[in-house]
């Protein structure tokens, strides 16, 4: 390929390589074959040379050479679509897992610099219409025997370059085992956690057991769900696996079943159990699974769900890139599919400290409503969304409100400081939970309207990166609460002062504030005085 400054009058038939100006404003383009009337159109305004470039014998037209070797790459599963400057692009047909032959990519990308392909990483889940790969030329023209080598290495390769292993239907069993101190609470939440991962794989829960924490209860509880039909079993131990010779372990071996591997080079997920029992996957989960967010498990998870095979040996090899704890940018499990959630972890706090001044002696979060009290209506509804954690900040009257919790999975922080006002309370959270999540959804206890949905919406909409922050809920312009506010404000809540909460914060920083619309107006309701309690008393709308 010619590539250089050309006169205009020998520039028929060349590809433009930047844009010209023809006069009247318009342009011809980047990639532009020029003609004779582009010639003349030019030469009118007095353009007298271009930078072009002409193809020679050997070469091949970028748009040619993408598609060549994008059709050398299409299977089931793999679909393309037309080139377009130098591009072309494969696409996923199924949901599932792709897999990436790395060395053959290698390979292909080491013939000629002016030819590439990028693909998505070896393992990642993937979508119907997904992106998975991209071929781009980067001249205007390709060598094509270079092209031919590629398609020459392509065809002739055992493996694929990329293929897609779609989800496949499992009947899912899982165990839970207890101690006599173990909380129901834990149990079904980290269930549902499990469930949401199942559900973005294409499959479920189909049978659950919950049994004492004994070798013998366990392999009890293994195989009546293989004689239950189930092919893969899935097992929270009630404390962690420290051995071969542990419980869980030790029940796998006395069903006739074997373990494959202890153990991984991914934290967090370092002590996942793989075992099998004939066509049975057994897995004995780490402590981590019970939180959403991405860990070693759900890399074993997703390929046996595809039905690839995971040895001791593949576990072994995921170290490169295996270091997943505080790395904020990880997508959570149950956002691997592409979404707005992908990058963020959300607790939801719950201020429950203060004195109630204006209620007279009575602690305003105690008080009946339907049956139970204030403060638990609220908690309830926290715990039904989908936050990563729920924790209260107590204060006044501390044992009285931690009691209402007591049987319910959140977690509580003193505040000996509550006579100084909400900001106090604040400031708790934030110092206990800023490190480990990325925003905190701040709730006051006295708004028992509040239902799950609306903290999910403030969720699903909060994004750092897309510059929303802090999200605020309003009603017809007005803004309410609870309101979601990134960690990385931590340094910014620690000055704040009073009874005014995070206002001065948002004010200050609306450049990030994102108010999301709402239709309804429990955001403003909360309980101040009596004569609020009653009305409200008498209500029925209260949030269930």
């Not at 009305?535 to 209260?542: A, E, I, S, Y």
Request: net charge negative; with cysteine.
């Amino acid at each position: 390929m010619i590539f250089g400054r050309l006169p205009i009058d020998e520039a028929e038939g060349t590809i433009l390589a930047h844009a010209v100006d023809q006069g009247n404003g318009k342009l011809l383009r980047k990639g532009h074959i020029i003609s004779a009337a582009d010639i003349e159109r030019l030469k009118n305004s007095n353009v007298t040379n271009v930078l072009a470039a002409r193809l020679e014998a050997g070469d091949m037209a970028e748009n040619d050479a993408a598609k060549a070797i994008a059709d050398a790459l299409l299977r089931k599963y793999i679909n393309g679509k037309a080139p377009f400057t130098g591009r072309a692009n494969l696409f996923s047909t199924d949901h599932g897992v792709a897999i990436v032959n790395d060395i053959l990519l290698r390979e292909i990308n080491h013939i000629d610099e002016s030819l590439t392909i990028a693909t998505i990483a070896n393992h990642d889940v993937v979508l119907p219409d997904q992106m998975l790969a991209t071929i781009k030329i980067i001249p205007f023209a390709a060598k094509k025997s270079k092209v031919d080598e590629i398609l020459d290495i392509i065809e002739h390769s055992a493996e694929p370059l990329i293929n897609i292993a779609p989800f496949q239907q499992r009947s899912i069993g899982v165990i839970s085992t207890v101690l006599p101190q173990t909380r129901a609470s834990v149990v079904s939440k980290s269930e549902k956690i499990l469930e949401d991962r199942l559900i973005l794989c294409g499959n479920r829960i189909q049978e659950r057991i919950t049994l004492d924490h004994h070798e013998m209860e366990l392999a009890k509880g293994i195989t009546r769900l293989m004689e239950s039909g189930c092919d893969m079993v899935l097992i929270f131990g009630a404390s962690a696996i420290t051995d071969r010779k542990d419980i869980v372990p030790t029940a796998i071996l006395d069903t006739g079943g074997q373990i494959d591997h202890f153990g991984m080079p991914v934290d967090p997920g370092n002590l996942l159990l793989l075992g099998h029992n004939g066509a049975v996957d057994i897995i004995g989960l780490p402590g981590c699974t019970r939180s959403p967010k991405l860990n070693g498990f759900d890399w074993v998870l997703q390929r046996r769900l595809a039905r690839i095979d995971v040895t001791a040996s593949d576990i072994m090899d995921m170290g490169p890139g295996g270091l997943l704890k505080e790395i904020s940018s990880r997508p959570q499990p149950r956002n691997i599919a592409p979404s707005p959630a992908d990058t963020k972890s959300v607790a939801i706090l719950i201020l429950a400290a203060g004195q109630s001044r204006r209620m007279g002696q009575d602690n305003k979060l105690l008080a009946q409503i339907d049956g139970k009290p204030m403060f638990r209506h609220v908690a309830e509804q926290a715990l039904k969304s989908s936050a990563s954690g729920v924790f209260a900040v107590t204060g006044h009257e501390r044992d009285d409100i931690e009691k209402v919790i007591e049987d319910l999975d959140i977690k509580t922080f003193h505040n000996p400081d509550f006579a100084d006002g909400l900001s106090s309370s604040l400031k708790t959270g934030f110092r206990a939970l800023s490190k480990q999540y990325d925003g905190i959804l701040v709730c006051l206890g006295d708004m028992p309207f509040i239902k799950a949905e609306l903290f999910n919406q403030l969720i699903s909409t909060f994004d750092v990166e897309e510059g929303r922050s802090i999200v605020v809920p309003t009603y017809q312009g007005k803004r309410g609460n609870p309101v979601l506010i990134a960690s990385l404000f931590a340094p910014e809540v620690a000055t704040v002062t009073g009874d005014i909460g995070a206002k001065s914060l948002i004010a200050e920083n609306e450049h990030v504030v994102f108010n999301l619309d709402i239709e309804a107006n429990s955001i403003f309701t909360d309980i101040d005085t009596p004569e609020a309690l009653k009305n409200l008393q008498q209500r029925k709308d209260v949030a269930t």
